[in-house]
């Protein structure tokens, strides 16, 4: 079992840039990660996901080009970097553990989520 811990999350005028962290308490390279995101009144979205080894990554298609997910095993840490934010990224962003095949964008594909870091863009 793992324990995922969000932060990085705060206010930023759009265009700017965040990066976004995710702890885990075990051993985070057992799992692909992933990043979702949610805003009052919408289903939760996916946004991105990395393979354990890193070599892998996805990405939805609003925010490719824009955010890069990445990952420091040594460190039990995936990241999102988050650049040139529009206030459509506006949401509750989460971190999410998977033990698949292969990084999924399907929410239940994960077994393990973070408690949520808020993400605000103002315009």
């Known amino acids: 079992q793992v324990q995922l811990v969000d932060s990085g999350g705060g206010l930023v005028q759009a265009g700017g840039s965040l990066r976004l962290s995710c702890v885990a308490s075990?051993?985070?390279?057992?799992?692909?990660m992933g990043w979702f995101r949610q805003t009052p009144g919408e289903e939760r979205e996916f946004v991105a996901a990395i393979s354990r080894s890193g070599g892998i990554t996805i990405y939805a298609d609003s925010v490719k080009g824009r955010f890069t997910i990445s990952r420091d095993n040594a460190k039990n840490t995936v990241y999102l970097q988050m650049n040139s934010l529009k206030p459509e990224d506006t949401g509750v962003y989460s971190c999410?553990?998977?033990?698949?095949?292969?990084?999924?964008?399907?929410?239940?594909?994960?077994?393990?989520w973070g408690q949520g870091t808020q993400v605000t863009v103002s315009s």
């Open positions: 075990g051993r985070s390279s057992k799992y692909d």
């Open positions: 999410a553990a998977a033990n698949t095949v292969y990084p999924t964008s399907r929410q239940s594909g994960y077994d393990y």
